[in-house]
């Protein structure tokens, strides 16, 4: 019997764990994609910089110096606004990914933590039915709450996951 608890409950860690390599994998991609974001943007701004620059200094008028300026200002600001929208568009959809990752461990993870408990103690020699309806009683009972506390847990983690909205701070 013991070989059996010791089989679930390896089974359960392997779950686990293949649920934090997940996770771990999924923030490696997604650091990947703003890290090639931010080098690709900086990389664009830098060759502009270098180019404006060269044009400032052939520029004699005063005028055409300040309508240069501004017109890589705007640029400029274009740019980094387009990076920053890139970069939210992936942490939102990162928070989504995330929240379903976390849903689906919560709801089967207690599932399968209930089945292994339910399985050890139907092999434990109980003769007494009143003791095992009331070890049943309690499982249940305790199956509901982990049920009411994943659902509650699930939709806090997808509220926070939300993007805030433009009326919300």
Known sequence: MATKQQDQYNELQKKNLEAAMRLAQLSIENSQ?????????AKS???EGVQNAKALAAI????????????Y?????EKMLACARDMAEITSRTQAEVG??????LSTGSQDVFEAMQKMFQGIPISDQNA???????????????EQMTRASTQAF????????????
Not at 33 to 41: D, G, K, L, P
Not at 73 to 77: D, I, K, L, V
Not at 158 to 169: E, H, L, N, T, V
């Open 33 to 41: 994609r703003v890290m090639e974001i931010q080098v690709a943007t």
């Open 45 to 47: 701004l830098f060759e």
């Open 60 to 71: 004699k008028d005063p005028k055409q110096a300040v309508e240069l300026r501004t017109q």
């Open 73 to 77: 200002a705007q640029t400029t600001t």
């Open 100 to 105: 379903k990752l976390v849903g689906e461990q």
């Open 132 to 146: 095992m309806s009331a070890m049943q009683t309690a499982m249940d009972t305790a199956r509901v709450a982990f």
């Open 158 to 169: 997808q509220a926070f996951a939300q993007p805030p909205s433009k009326g919300r701070k």
